[in-house]
């Protein structure tokens, strides 16, 4: 057994009178991909905005492996659970920086080695030889990513200009480019055609197999869920409800239940039986 | 907006003639008080004047343009339905809204400005910039019009970087402005520094006061940010003007020192043991020296403003720049700390603004905190958004039409403001990017394969 | 005591008349989440119009004080609010789905453009007005200083409260204020209930419009002198106080107005009439670093 990257510890989070996130514990470990799932406005996004900063906890501890070093996610800001503790994400509703092009945006992601290159802009503005080498390697795995995702052609577009599909692997391609320990998908298949979402499926198994880093996923799709993660963790109204590798969550009844409701016995519709049975 | 998406086969002349009618009414409505009735002071009592001539036409012309709007909104509409009767366009994907109106803007502009290269038209200005003094037609006044053309060019530039790079909202910038010149004023009267050596300080004091200001407020959103730059703005000219014993207060700094040409002064008499501009060179003095001097002094600013600014568009904190202009929330995601970026932003955008006020200074000889109202602001931020925001050349061409507007007359130095608020509002609705906005970005990939 | 009390008086007068610019600014915060720049012009244009309306008023040949102060009431109230609709008709209606920060730079074209406006159709001159409303009486006497209450004073406390009382029963009790705090709730989820957003933005405007308009009217009877450029710091004032009271909140935006015009009256009147305005700002910048909910406000939570 590798030791966990993420240890997530009795995370609760409560707006006002509704407690999104219910005391949630759970790991995700290293060369390994964790999907979350759960019916809608089970505190999915909400582990995620916890986990990078956006929202501070209201209980629960969130601790990071890295290096190792121990990272307490829930009391970095943000930016510095990105560039320190090595959590890279994505989101629900896209957020590239759509006027500047595919390339500058990963250049962007290479932000904190580069400032570091260009002694935070003076050795860049005098155009010495040490930035200038940083600068062709920030290019350089900028150009492996493009080439890996299909959008070396178009490097100097608005990012803004891609089809919908290529927008969503620039933005993994993004988040992967700082150099993550930890990478959070928050639905990458959301909006994808089959022909996408397998190819999708080829993208996050080689990330697993090549980068050997930890990959936290929210997906409604059950065929990118069951087909490619090592473990599931379910969620309904914030608790989790069930954990375990794919097979065994597919057929307990419980997850059954949260997602059909109560009333719904044995008895599945047909598309959806053949949904969260699969196709891995 | 549901009914103009509905392809119009015929003229629907009743809706039309309506809404022209409905917006006659509200003209009619915003008219009467304000363009009907005149106020007049007639000997120490407050008269009334009417003007309903004016309503009349007001009205009249609003009707019209209302009418011909939507005749030629029809119309175009009209065509389109026929050419494409109906685009098979797919339902864009959540969060794509965000995307297209850049998509588009670049598209239009592309087309458009593709065939003037901007780096062409930049040598070309630059070249002509430099004749200027030297070319036939050139007098004092024109030099000295350059002057202030190019006074506007340095601000704008300096606050391109804020709003236009870094996409902050700063409707204080005339504060640095005013910094950068008080502190030069203050800094030669009571030490004696001379404008090359106070020249720095005052950038470094304008630095420093954008930094004291941003560190707080940077944090704050957006719309936050833009009214307490207003209020700091107007902080910094009420101080100037209360604090009597240091700043003189509404009476202003007189004798700011003329800068000098590498320790020559521009003087018909030399100081003593010194020598002028004119003995030195053995040329006659004439005062228009002076002029031609500060000229070019504040043209190697500008132009040294504009060369670091485009050179720190290229590097990593340019690109933080903009992506935080962009997308804030993305930026904390990848690492990037957006208070430290914000704050690299505005404290550069003030240093260049003091720049600039260290030159008035020199070159008016005399400031007053008269000269950093809000309007300044106003006209700086302006250039910037008529300019393009975050276009070099845009600026220049705002700056250019702005300071000359005057000059054509006094209709036009009247009606100037209102005619910049306007087209502020009507670039915006029409194209929010501004009139030059064509972005090419910092890095190009296709470029580099042959070049490396 | 008494000068304490003097300074209460004149500050509540002067944070009523922040107040009701502040609910402008608050009630479109609410709906649309943008600052409207150009509200201080829309009150500068309101004691304008009540100017004018008096000075038309005595032409025609009304003397009878109550009866013009009715009418300059309407009429600045209904020309004002056309100004209202106006400018979110063609400055922000076109840019709500446009990028972040072109309605504010649109906000501010606006701001200037009005300026200018009323300076060139109007002049640029201060226009000073000779007191309409007269007389008060002395409230108590101690140490030989009087605490003088004018009854323009009584008058504008008391329409003040009749204005905030109306328009919070508008708020809560009628379809008008129901739709209005469903599109502060969620502006999608309204328009997909049959809510005319458009309406109920413009209704916004309108009602902000025209109890800056009020307000504007007050300032013209108070102090007798306005010129055009009385918007500028008016705006960022009630701006101040909108945010102070919790903007978004419109109990808070008339709280705020007043604490900003009690402030106001007191460092005037204790510390120095010069830095009065810095003040202000000083209030503002603390707020929005310490409690940028305000005090009465809503915590906001950051869409991701």
């Not at chain 2, 915003?30 to 009592?45: K, M, S």
């Not at chain 2, 954008?210 to 910094?236: K, N, Q, S």
Request: charged content about 15%; some cysteine; aromatic content about 10%.
């Amino acid at each position: 057994m590798r030791p966990p990257l993420l240890e997530v510890e009795h995370l609760s989070m409560r707006f006002g009178g509704l407690l999104a996130v219910d005391d949630l514990s759970f790991a995700a470990r290293a060369g390994e991909i964790t999907a979350i799932i759960g019916p809608n406005g089970a505190g999915k996004t909400t582990v995620f905005n916890c986990l990078t900063g956006f929202y501070r906890p209201s209980i629960g501890r969130l601790t990071l492996h890295r290096g190792g070093r121990r990272h307490l996610l829930e009391r970095l800001d943000g930016f510095r659970i990105a560039r320190d503790a090595g959590v890279a994400r994505t989101f629900q509703n896209i957020r590239l920086f759509a006027g500047m092009s595919v390339l500058e945006n990963l250049l962007v992601a290479q932000h904190a080695p580069l400032m570091r290159a260009s002694l935070y802009s003076i050795a860049g503005l005098l155009g010495l030889p040490g930035f200038r080498r940083a600068e062709r390697a920030a290019v350089a795995k900028a150009r492996d990513w493009l080439a890996r995702i299909d959008l070396l052609a178009r490097a100097d577009d608005p990012a803004g200009s891609l089809p919908y599909g290529a927008q969503r692997r620039l933005e993994i391609a993004r988040a992967l480019c700082t150099g993550p320990a930890l990478l959070c998908l928050d639905e990458p298949a959301a909006g994808l055609n089959a022909r996408e979402s397998a190819e999708l499926n080829r993208l996050l198994l080689a990330i697993r197999a090549e980068l050997g880093i930890g990959v936290l996923l929210i997906e409604h799709d059950m065929s990118v869920v069951m087909g490619i993660s090592d473990q599931v963790v379910v969620l309904d109204y914030g608790r989790k409800i069930a954990s375990g590798p794919p097979a065994d969550v597919r057929r307990d009844p419980v997850v059954i239940k949260a997602y059909l409701g109560e009333e719904a016995d044995e008895e599945l519709p047909p598309d959806i039986a053949r949904d969260l049975a699969g196709r891995g | 907006m549901a009914a103009e998406a509905l392809p119009a086969r015929r003229l629907a002349w009743g809706g039309i003639v309506g809404e022209a009618a409905a917006a006659a009414g509200v003209a009619l409505a915003l008219a009467l008080p304000l363009i009907g009735f005149r106020t007049v002071e007639t000997n120490a009592a407050l008269g009334i004047e009417t003007r309903f001539g004016w309503v009349a036409a007001t009205v009249a012309a609003v009707f019209v343009g209302r009418l011909l709007l939507a005749l030629l909104r029809s119309l175009h509409l009209h065509r389109k339905s026929v050419t494409r009767p109906t685009s098979p366009q797919p339902s864009p994907p959540p969060g794509a809204e965000r995307e297209r109106p850049v998509e588009r803007e670049g598209e239009v502009g592309g087309r458009r400005f593709r065939a003037f290269s901007p780096t062409w038209i930049g040598a070309l200005g630059i070249a002509f910039a430099v004749a200027l003094p030297f070319l036939p037609f050139s007098s004092r006044y024109l030099v000295d019009l350059a002057t202030t053309v190019v006074i506007y060019v340095m601000l704008g530039w300096g606050l391109n970087v804020v709003v236009g790079l870094a996409g902050l909202l700063d409707l204080g910038y005339v504060a640095f402005y005013a910094v950068g010149a008080y502190s030069f004023a203050l800094l030669a009267q009571r030490f004696g520094l001379s404008f090359w050596q106070g020249l720095p300080m005052a950038g470094l004091l304008a630095a420093a006061f954008g930094l004291a200001l941003g560190f707080p407020v940077l944090r704050l959103r957006g719309d936050y940010l833009a009214i307490v730059t207003l209020g700091f703005g107007e902080i910094v000219r009420l101080v100037l003007l209360n604090w009597v014993p240091v700043t003189n207060g509404p009476a202003g700094i007189a004798d700011v020192p003329r800068p000098s040409f590498f320790g020559l002064p521009f003087e018909r008499h030399a100081p003593p043991g010194g020598t002028t501009f004119a003995e030195f060179f053995h040329v006659p003095f004439n005062p228009g020296q002076r002029i031609v001097f500060l000229y070019y002094v504040i043209l190697a600013l500008a132009l040294l403003t504009n060369a670091v600014t485009l050179r720190l568009r290229r590097l990593p904190i340019g690109r933080a720049w903009e992506a935080l202009r962009e997308d804030e929330i993305a930026c904390r995601a990848l690492g990037i700390n957006p208070t430290l970026v914000k704050l690299s932003a505005f404290s550069i955008g003030a240093m260049l603004g003091g720049f600039a006020g260290a030159f008035f200074a020199t070159r008016q000889g005399f400031i007053s905190p008269e000269s950093f109202t809000f309007i300044e602001s106003a006209t700086i931020l302006a250039i910037v958004v008529l300019g393009g925001m975050g276009s070099q050349l845009g600026v220049v061409l705002a700056a250019v039409v702005l300071v000359c507007l005057p000059e054509f007359g006094r209709a036009f130095a009247e009606f100037r403001m209102l005619l910049f608020g306007a087209a502020m509002v009507a670039i915006m609705v029409w194209r929010p990017r501004g009139l030059v906005a064509r972005r090419a970005p910092s890095l190009r990939l296709a470029g580099r394969d042959g070049a490396r | 005591m008494a000068y304490f009390l003097q300074q209460l008086i004149n500050g509540l007068t002067l944070g009523s008349i922040y107040g009701l610019i502040a609910i402008g600014y608050t009630m479109v915060y609410g709906i649309i989440g943008m600052i409207n720049f150009a509200h201080g012009e829309i009150y500068m244009i309101g004691a304008f119009v009540a100017l004018i309306t008096f000075l038309v008023l005595g032409v025609v040949g009304v003397s009878y004080v109550p009866l013009a102060l009715l009418v300059m009431l309407l009429a600045t109230m209904l020309f004002t609010a056309a100004y209202g609709w106006t400018v979110e008709r063609l400055a922000y209606r076109p840019l709500r789905h446009s990028f972040r920060l072109a309605p504010l730079i649109s906000a501010i074209g606006m701001s200037i453009f009005l300026q200018n406006y009323v300076q060139l159709l109007q002049g640029a001159r201060v226009k000073a007005l000779p007191p309409i409303v007269h007389g008060g009486f002395t409230l108590m006497q101690s140490d030989g200083f009087s605490v003088e209450v004018s009854w323009l004073q009584i008058g504008i406390l008391a329409l003040t409260l009749a204005l905030m009382a109306g328009f919070s029963l508008v708020i809560s009790a009628t379809p008008l204020g129901r739709a209005q705090r469903a599109c502060e709730q969620d502006m999608t989820m309204a328009a997909l209930l049959g809510i005319d957003v458009d309406r109920t933005i413009s209704t916004a405007f309108v009602i902000g419009a025209a109890l800056a308009a009020v307000a504007g009217l007050m300032v013209t009877l108070y102090y007798g002198v306005i010129d055009f450029f009385i918007g500028f710091l008016a705006g960022i004032k009630a701006f101040t106080a909108a945010v102070l009271g919790g903007i978004g909140s419109l109990p808070g935006a008339m709280l705020g107005g007043l604490l900003i015009g009690l402030i106001e009256a007191f460092w005037s009147g204790y510390f120095s009439v010069e830095y009065k305005d810095v003040a202000v700002f000083v209030i503002l910048v603390l707020v929005l670093i310490f409690r940028p909910t305000g005090l009465l406000g809503r915590p906001e939570v950051e869409k991701v």
